[in-house]
């Protein structure tokens, strides 16, 4: 369970890391099923000669979206895990929204930017497993604390490329520094970037969406149905017959919304869901 000043740090900042949230043992049998899980999704391949932009960042990565059921027995029980779940609890509410699992080999690094953007009042975010010890020269990910807020967002927007400095440069950037064991949970509005070339860095993603309903408020309401359309027309069906017939009461519990509504476990199946 998060205490109050971690809450008010997410809440404040967009973002918390964990430190050590998972055992040396358990990141360990991840990331060896990880290694598998990738190379399965590849048919087999060695991984790809990573190749670099003008920019300096490669143009190549391989994401796996959903990505869990490559190995259940390894990647189901991050979402039964009372120490992930229960953070996304404290900082969503016990009725959040499981979306999509990631599997992500990062090819080079990104520029600043956000993902998804929900109204005033409500959010998206990710629980973010990095595999591989990452400080700024290896491309660890980096923030714009509080720029998950909406007019510090929209300026940043209009004006992060007119700052006449280079993206490494520009000020308020703070680098989380990472181990192994360590998880990021981190609001999708806020602006973030990885800042190095090093290719290989290799991390899983946990999305979740906060829930709502009609009569709490409709604009939220609405957007939370837009945005699981969307996903679901994107990356296909969230969840396999698997995942829902192993599902802990806490993981029925986060995928039961998303069915309610229509979505979830319907789709085109993708990757190696159920078959």
């Known amino acids: 369970m998060l205490t109050q000043e971690q809450i008010t740090h997410f809440q404040t900042l967009g973002f918390l890391l964990c430190k050590q949230l998972l055992s040396a043992e358990e990141t360990t049998y991840i990331g060896a099923a990880f290694d598998v899980a990738m190379r399965k999704a590849r048919g087999g391949a060695a991984e790809p000669e990573l190749q670099q932009n003008e920019q300096g960042y490669s143009a190549k990565r391989q994401q796996v979206v959903p990505f869990f059921d ?14 992930i779940a229960g953070v996304f609890a404290d900082l969503m509410g016990e009725d959040f929204i499981l979306t999509l699992s990631e599997g992500i080999i990062h090819g080079g690094g990104t520029g600043w930017h956000h993902d998804a953007v929900a109204p005033e009042g409500f959010f998206t975010m990710r629980a973010a497993i990095y595999l591989d010890p990452l400080g700024p020269d290896d491309g660890c990910l980096s923030v714009i604390p ?3 807020f909406t007019e510090f967002r929209e300026t940043l927007i209009k004006t992060i490329g007119q700052l006449g400095t280079r993206p490494e440069d520009v000020p308020g950037r703070y680098s989380i520094v990472n181990a192994p064991g360590d998880v990021l949970f981190m609001n999708h509005k806020l602006f973030h970037a990885a800042l190095g070339n090093k290719p290989g860095r290799r991390a899983l993603h946990i999305n979740c969406a906060q829930n709502t309903t009609p009569e709490q408020n409709q604009t939220h309401f609405d957007w939370l149905v837009r945005f699981l359309e969307g996903e679901t027309r994107h990356w296909g069906r969230f969840y396999s017959e698997g995942l829902i017939a ?3 009461p806490r993981r029925h519990k986060m995928m039961a919304r998303a069915i309610e509504l229509g979505f979830g476990n319907t789709g085109p199946i993708t990757h190696l869901q159920d078959r």
């Open 246 to 248: 192993t599902a802990s």
């Open 70 to 83: 490559y190995d259940p027995d390894a990647f189901y029980p991050l979402l039964d895990h009372e120490k």
């Open 146 to 148: 509080g720029s998950h």
